[in-house]
């Protein structure tokens, strides 16, 4: 049962540019979060974004929520070629469990 | 500094083999969870665990069993592996209810079955 839907599939930037995914979703959610995964690694929690919220930032990353859309936006500024990596989003809609989306593969060259 | 440890990086085994994945966490978390991730599939959860000795099938639980005897740990078990269950198998945990917290993973086991 996919709930997030990221957009785009693949990303492919230089290093400086901004870099935009969203993720659109189906369900009423109580939060969003944002991971981000190395190549062949474990995923690290990004940020978490509340449904009563609709911005947030934390240092290079801005992540927006729009309810009414069922979507969410994370945009990385000045991106460095360290960024390159998989994002997913992950709702709450199951309970206990989070569902994941199937991510936006970034890639930021020097 | 928290973590969550998996017993294997790699992973070699043969067709019809037992299969035991086990995954360690030090944060007395209340809730651990076995997901699979495959190309252009994203993440699957496999099934999760909300006390010691509970667990609750998630999406695709065909073909898998878990164990949780102690809070620290959840075990992924294959009864008989087949190809298909060739994968990257993530263990993750989070403190608390619902999705408001963020869950920490592991670094991942990649499971090949021949």
């Known amino acids: 049962s996919q709930q997030g839907e990221e957009d785009p599939q693949a990303l492919s930037i230089q290093e400086g540019e901004n870099a935009t995914m969203n993720c659109s979703y189906k369900t009423s959610i109580n939060n969003l979060q944002w991971y981000r995964q190395n190549s062949g690694r474990g995923l690290v929690h990004l940020i978490l974004?509340?449904?009563?919220?609709r911005e947030k930032h934390s240092g290079r990353l801005r992540v927006t929520l729009d309810t009414s859309k069922k979507s969410s936006s994370l945009l990385i500024t000045a991106s460095r070629a360290a960024d390159t990596a998989s994002y997913f989003c992950?709702?709450?809609?199951?309970?206990?469990?989070?569902?994941f989306g199937k991510g936006t593969t970034l890639s930021v060259s020097s | 500094d928290v973590k969550v440890t998996q017993s294997s990086r790699y992973l070699v085994k043969r067709t019809g083999e037992k299969v035991f994945l086990e995954c360690v966490q030090d944060m007395d978390h209340e809730n651990m969870f076995w997901y699979r991730q495959d190309p252009g599939l994203g993440l699957r959860l496999i099934y999760f665990?909300?006390?010691?000795?509970?667990?609750e099938k998630g999406d695709i639980p065909e073909g898998y069993s878990v164990s949780r005897e102690k809070k620290e740990r959840f075990s992924l078990i294959l009864e008989s592996a087949s190809t298909n269950q060739t994968s990257m198998y993530l263990c993750?945990?989070?403190?608390?209810?619902?999705?408001?917290?963020?869950?920490?993973f592991g670094p991942g086991t990649r499971l090949t079955v021949l």
């Open positions: 974004i509340r449904s009563n919220e």
């Open positions: 665990s909300y006390d010691v000795k509970m667990k």
């Open positions: 993750a945990s989070t403190a608390g209810t619902g999705g408001r917290n963020e869950q920490f």
């Open positions: 992950a709702t709450d809609a199951a309970g206990t469990a989070l569902i």
